[in-house]
Nanobody, 114 residues
Framework: QVQLVESGGGLVQAGGSLRLSCAAS????????VGWYRQAPEKQRDLVAR???????FYDSSVKGRFTISRDNAKKMVWLQMNSLKPEDTAVYYC????????WGQGTQVTVSS
């Protein structure tokens, strides 16, 4: 059974940084595309960053230049380094596999105060 566990969220002031972590289990990992999604209140869940098996990355324009996604295949982990945070980054953040969604984890709340 695939399990995704996110952590690292919190409350931070605008301009601050956070590093989110995601641990995956119950699935192959090294050959899969892994992504970070976020969902703000009353909005849809959107993909903000992804990384493929060759470590090629993609970022949504709203986070490009501020967020960095990385992975460790041996540990089956993916991280999202978030810098220069803005209040509009406030959301629950989730990791998942864009090439075949697994059951969603509980997510981790990121709140950016102005």
């Amino acid at each position: 059974q695939v399990q995704l566990v996110e952590s690292g969220g919190g409350l931070v002031q605008a301009g601050g940084s956070l590093r989110l972590s995601c641990a995956a289990s119950g699935t192959t990992f090294s050959n899969r595309v892994v992504g970070w999604y976020r969902q703000a209140p009353e909005k849809q869940r959107d993909l903000v960053a992804r990384i493929d098996r060759l470590r090629t990355t993609f970022y949504d324009s709203s986070v490009k230049g501020r967020f960095t996604i990385s992975r460790d295949n041996a540990k089956k982990m993916v991280w999202l380094q978030m810098n220069s945070l803005k209040p509009e980054d406030t959301a629950v953040y989730y990791c998942n596999f864009p090439d075949g969604l697994a059951p969603w984890g509980q997510g981790t709340q990121v709140t950016v105060s102005s």
